[in-house]
């Protein structure tokens, strides 16, 4: 590599979504005399899984107590609301409910309620006549309150970080695509679309590429990154006011994701979603989305067709739900039956980034893998942009015992 091409960091930050900017941020602040760059091959950043999300401020009710989820999903809820009050970008703590609608989410629920008691979060349990007090247009055999649930438009959050961030000193690369990297004794060299780049430590928060990422530095892991596009549908703007909280279903502890709710968003409209459907290209936000190299890699990975052995019932119902709408409907009806097929209008659809372990099975919580000079977010699933000021916090602190260990 030609050393005078090459510009030099302390730290390259790879990934531009809400997770890599916090940390690049964070690392900023705490090493105000560092270089540090984040590369991101989009035009923008929060282009992926942080900008196509639902906005929830999640309050972490459904976390394993212990976990890194139920940690930083608490930690991260306060961090973000104090974020945006600081720098005026707005947010709606409005609550959210959790609806049970028959016997069975009943008792569901009430695992639910220990698990916040346990997560030190404040939880509320309403009957079906008080349930229907807070909101007229939503039936449930009772539900569970929390109201530290919030909303916020997560770009507007991003495009606050980034500017901080490039205010501080730091460097934004936008549309800079890494194509290659070596990790050497003294540093890690990237090789970009756009020339080289040279740095003493890296930390990847690459998202869907994160097990690739992984990958160009000779990193072994057991994972594999398998796209779950998940699609959501806009009520139409005479329903804006159907619902006062935020919808959930009581969700079922056997299936890996939370089921279709309504979502007040913060710019007062609603969606419907997301469902989770398997997608065949890692970026591909449409119905029909394939990419070869991304459908030959996820079907030559052994634990794509353990996952699939465990979930295909779920799977097919996914999937007849997102190509008809009777099938999402039903699944809002259930809770919201005033809604109906008309009212589902088209939105953007989402991208899930899911880290399957070679035996087959979902990772849940956060997941980290390190070399000698680099740190990678490999498994960052909701609530990850509630979380991202804490999990910034937890990498920075990390890498500070990969520079004593150097």
């Known amino acids: 590599m030609d050393q005078q091409a090459s510009k030099q960091f302390d730290v390259v930050v ?8 916090s940390t690049a941020w964070q690392m900023q602040q705490k090493y105000p005399t560092w270089r540090i760059a984040i590369v991101e091959k989009e035009s923008q950043v929060a282009h992926h899984q942080t900008g196509h999300n639902s906005g929830v401020i999640h309050a972490g009710v459904y976390y394993a107590p212990g976990s890194l989820k139920a940690q930083f999903c608490k930690e991260g809820a306060a961090a973000t609301k104090a974020f945006c009050q600081l720098h005026d970008i707005p947010f709606d703590e409005c609550g959210k409910l959790l609806v049970a609608t028959n ?20 939880v509320h349990k309403l009957s079906k006549e008080e349930l229907l ?32 961030f490039e205010e501080q000193g730091g460097e934004l690369l936008l549309q800079t695509c890494v194509e290659h990297m070596v ?16 740095a003493r430590y890296l930390v990847s928060c690459a998202g869907l590429m994160a097990d690739r990422v992984t990958k160009m530095l000779g990193i072994k892991t057991d994972f594999q990154i398998v796209p779950f596009r ?11 006011q159907v619902v006062n909280h935020l ?10 994701f939370l089921g279709v709710h309504l979502t007040r968003m ?12 398997q997608g065949w290209k890692r970026e591909g936000y449409g119905k029909i989305n394939i990419s070869m190299s991304d459908m030959a890699t996820m079907l030559s990975f052994a634990g794509y067709w353990r996952l699939i052995k465990g979930y295909w019932k779920i799977g097919l119902k996914e999937t007849y739900n997102s190509w008809f709408k009777s099938g999402y409907l039903k699944e809002v009806q259930k ?24 035996d087959g099975s979902l990772v849940h919580d956060f997941l980290f893998a390190q070399s000698k000079r680099s740190l990678h977010v490999c498994n960052a699933p909701s609530p990850a942009a509630t979380s991202a000021f804490p999990i910034g916090k937890y990498i920075t602190e990390k890498l500070d015992v990969v520079m004593t260990s150097v």
């Open 14 to 21: 790879i990934g531009g979504g809400i997770v890599g900017l």
């Open 133 to 164: 007090k807070r909101e007229p247009n939503i039936v449930g055999e009772g539900a569970l309150f929390v109201p530290s649930t919030g909303i916020v438009n997560y770009r507007q959050v991003c495009d606050k970080l980034a500017q901080i």
């Open 335 to 358: 809770y919201c039956p005033s809604v109906q097929r008309s009212d589902l209008t088209p939105y953007p659809a989402g991208i899930r980034a899911q880290a399957v372990m070679s």
């Open 247 to 256: 919808i959930y279903p009581i969700p079922d502890p056997d299936l890996p």
């Open 266 to 277: 913060i710019d007062g409209s609603v969606t419907v979603g997301p469902n989770a459907v």
């Open 230 to 240: 998940g699609e959501y549908y806009q009520l139409p703007s005479h329903h804006n």
């Open 103 to 122: 016997n069975i989410e009943l008792e569901r629920m009430d695992a639910l309620f220990e698990r916040c008691q346990t997560n030190d979060l404040e």
């Open 183 to 198: 990790e050497r004794e003294e540093g890690i060299e990237v090789t970009t679309n756009k020339g080289n780049l040279e």
